[in-house]
């Protein structure tokens, strides 16, 4: 069974300082995606950045980037230069094969100016 | 192009009754996803389409949900004889194809149903 989890319920970070948002996984599968997406208050999910098990590089999407650490089977995701407009609902997401996505409970961030 | 797109964006009904949410997928995207979507909760998996077949309904929680898609396109999620723990946000997602693990699920605004 494939399981993710985020242990940070809710984080604080100041207007244009970097925040780590923490995922750790489980699977028994040697392929799989990891996903990251933004729901804010409005509440459409939004696709952040994309990591596959196999990629050799982390992956990075303008202000966002994913530190994976495939032996200790995490997958987080740090914003750098926080905006006001990055707070929101984080989620991260697992998908293996042709099954749909397992999120975790999510991590709620709050930019504070 | 347009995005993903759910109609009503709130439902509320009385408990016993049916609903029917209607999602439109992005148009040439084969994969439909259907998640729901609890207060302070992680979307959880329902059901998913290939085409017009589904693939997997693993996730539907009785027999109370159904879910059709016969063109490939539009798809409608059916729910008989609501109950009160059934209300939350209905999620609509799709991607190119389901094949493996990269493709990207782009999701649509959501269906809020209460159930009374």
């Known amino acids: 069974a494939q399981k993710i989890t985020q242990t940070q319920p809710g984080m604080f970070v100041q207007e244009k300082e970097a925040v780590t948002l923490d995922c750790t996984y489980d699977t028994s599968d040697q392929s799989y995606g990891l996903f990251w997406y933004k729901q804010p208050s409005s509440g459409e999910m939004i696709f952040l950045i994309y990591q596959g098990s196999y990629d050799e590089q982390n992956a990075t999407e303008g202000r966002y980037s994913l530190n994976f650490q495939k032996a200790r089977k995490s997958a987080n995701l740090v914003i750098s230069a926080s905006q006001l407009g990055d707070s929101a609902m984080y989620f991260c997401?697992?998908?293996?094969?042709?099954?749909?996505?397992?999120f975790g409970s999510g991590t709620r961030l709050q930019v504070q100016p | 192009g347009a995005g993903v797109s759910q109609t009503p964006s709130n439902k509320v009904t009385e408990k016993g009754k049916y609903v029917e949410l209607r999602c439109d997928p992005i148009s040439g995207h084969t994969a439909l996803y259907w998640y729901r979507q609890s207060l302070g909760q992680g979307p959880e998996f329902l059901i998913y389409?290939?085409?017009?077949?589904?693939?997997?309904d693993s996730g539907l929680p009785n027999d109370r949900f159904f879910a059709v898609r016969p063109e490939g396109s539009v798809s409608t999620l059916k729910i008989q004889r609501t109950e009160r723990g059934d209300s939350a946000v209905y999620l609509c997602a799709s991607s190119l194809s389901s094949g493996g693990r990269t493709d990207t699920q782009y999701f649509g605004p959501g269906t809020r149903l209460t159930v009374l």
């Open positions: 389409f290939q085409g017009t077949g589904a693939a997997d």
């Open positions: 997401a697992m998908k293996t094969g042709r099954r749909a996505l397992t």
